[in-house]
T-cell receptor, first 106, second 114 residues
Framework: KNEVEQSPQNLTAQEGEFITINCSYS?????LHWLQQHPGGGIVSLFM???GKKKHGRLIATINIQEKHSSLHITASHPRDSAVYIC????????FGQGTRLTINP | DGGITQSPKYLFRKEGQNVTLSCEQN?????MYWYRQDPGQGLRLIYY???????QKGDIAEGYSVSREKKESFPLTVTSAQKNPTAFYLC?????????????FGEGSRLTVL
């Protein structure tokens, strides 16, 4: 079993829909990262969190340390949000999930 | 603007050749990393460095080598000993090491062995 599991693996939605991507992990961590990988391959850090909730624009990330679970939400989704979203956790060095491929259709 | 620059973006290599991928950062970060990405798999750590003149093997270091002679530079050499080198390679940096700080990534280098 992978230490980091993301769901769903693929998600297709219509523009404007509310999106949720989930990340579950099995190890104790000091931080969790959400990353966005563009179609060209470059990766951008969206959030680093160790408790509670963070918000940046239309993106919201939450984490429940007791349940070892984090969610990434996108409100009012747009085609430009189409990307692979990656969860990574930090027990001692980063362990990455396989990613969730999100496609937003106009 | 500060950031990480990887080059080349695309690289083709014949079997048996060594190739070096460049990674330069002007963020004044101490920690730098090399990751490999294969289709359907999460990023895997090849090597990391937390300070100049020091680096540590990651999970898949066999067939790779690195150096860290300057704070801003962390080149990766893919040697002929790497059995399956075709992959997407990503360099990253952070203020503090091992995932304790926000990560900054380069645009990646796609290596294809012919």
């Amino acid at each position: 079993k992978n230490e980091v599991e993301q769901s769903p693996q693929n998600l297709t939605a219509q523009e404007g829909e509310f999106i949720t991507i989930n990340c579950s992990y099995s190890v104790g961590i000091s931080a969790l990262h959400w990353l966005q990988q563009h179609p060209g391959g470059g990766i951008v850090s969206l959030f680093m969190l160790s408790s509670g909730k963070k918000k940046h624009g239309r993106l919201i990330a939450t984490i429940n340390i007791q349940e070892k679970h984090s969610s990434l939400h996108i409100t009012a989704s747009h085609p430009r949000d189409s990307a692979v979203y990656i969860c990574a956790v930090n027990p001692q060095k980063l362990v990455f999930g396989q990613g969730t491929r999100l496609t937003i259709n106009p | 603007d500060g950031g990480i620059t990887q080059s080349p973006k695309y690289l083709f290599r014949k079997e048996g050749q060594n190739v070096t991928l460049s990674c330069e950062q002007n963020l004044n970060h101490d920690a730098m990393y090399w990751y490999r990405q294969d289709p359907g798999q999460g990023l895997r750590l090849i090597y990391y460095s937390q300070i100049v003149n020091d680096f540590q093997k990651g999970d898949i270091a066999e067939g790779y080598s690195v150096s860290r002679e300057k704070k801003e530079s962390f080149p990766l050499t893919v040697t002929s000993a790497q059995k399956n080198p075709t992959a997407f390679y990503l360099c990253a940096s952070s203020i503090v090491g091992l995932g304790g700080g926000e990560l900054f990534f380069g645009e990646g280098s796609r290596l294809t062995v012919l």
